[in-house]
């Protein structure tokens, strides 16, 4: 009156790729993903890389005087992904220079040439000192980029980004795809071992009762109970 147990397709591959719903499809938690672009007057690119976390964190790298965009891009991430530790790395050029003032600290460079000169005269080495290594000096060149639209910019760095995110799902769900096959196999070797145990029971049971009844046999005749 055994009750036999069917487990091969248990697991449909479409329930397992989507966890019981037909409207999303498994995806690694960690992935890669790059793109870059022209926008706003700079060439923009952005790279994304993810490794498995309970939360969403999300960690933005960008040259300072772009910060201003960080808050757009974290949001840009929310959208597209929930979990894992998430690093953004965006790079911004100027297209054109001429948004860019570069002026010359005038007190702090002359306080770089009189230190050299005195240098030079207190240990009689020689003041080789040339227009190009003097600019060389921390903070002797100062550059000051004119008012930026920052909501443009935001705008432009976060178009950048969503093509990123959009690289970094394809492979995503590229990793998913390997992993449900992994899985699938894995199953399929797990069934096939139930399905031997279920063919295996009934002649196991059987076994075991005429040991048992062999053993009781035995034991009774040696103690002349009838």
Do not use: W
Not at 122 to 136: C, I, M, N, Q, T
């Amino acid at each position: 009156n055994r009750r036999t147990v069917h487990h091969h397709g248990r697991y449909p591959e479409n329930q397992l790729r989507t966890g019981g719903k037909t409207d999303q499809m498994i995806k690694s938690m960690t992935g890669y993903g790059s793109a870059k672009g022209s926008a706003a007057g700079f060439e923009i690119s952005a790279e994304l890389k993810s490794v498995n976390n309970r939360y969403l964190e999300t960690s933005v790298r960008m040259p300072r005087s772009f910060l201003f965009a960080e808050d757009a891009i974290k949001s840009t991430v929310q959208r597209h992904i929930s979990r894992g530790k998430v690093d953004v790395f965006i790079n911004i050029n100027a297209v054109s220079a001429d948004d860019v003032k570069v002026t010359v600290n005038e007190s702090l460079l002359k306080g770089y040439i009189e230190a050299v000169r005195k240098i030079a005269g207190d240990y009689g080495l020689p003041e080789d000192l040339s227009a190009l290594s003097a600019v060389r000096f921390p903070d002797v060149l100062q550059v000051e980029r004119n008012d930026l639209d920052a909501e443009a910019i935001s705008a432009a760095i976060c178009m950048i980004v969503e093509e990123a995110l959009n690289d970094f799902d394809t492979m995503r769900e590229r990793e998913g795809e390997k992993l449900c096959a992994d899985v699938l196999s894995r199953l399929g070797t797990i069934d096939g071992y139930v399905s031997r145990v279920e063919q295996e029971a009934p002649l196991t049971v059987e076994r075991y009762r005429q040991r048992l009844e062999k053993k009781m046999a035995e034991v009774l005749g040696t103690t002349g109970i009838e």
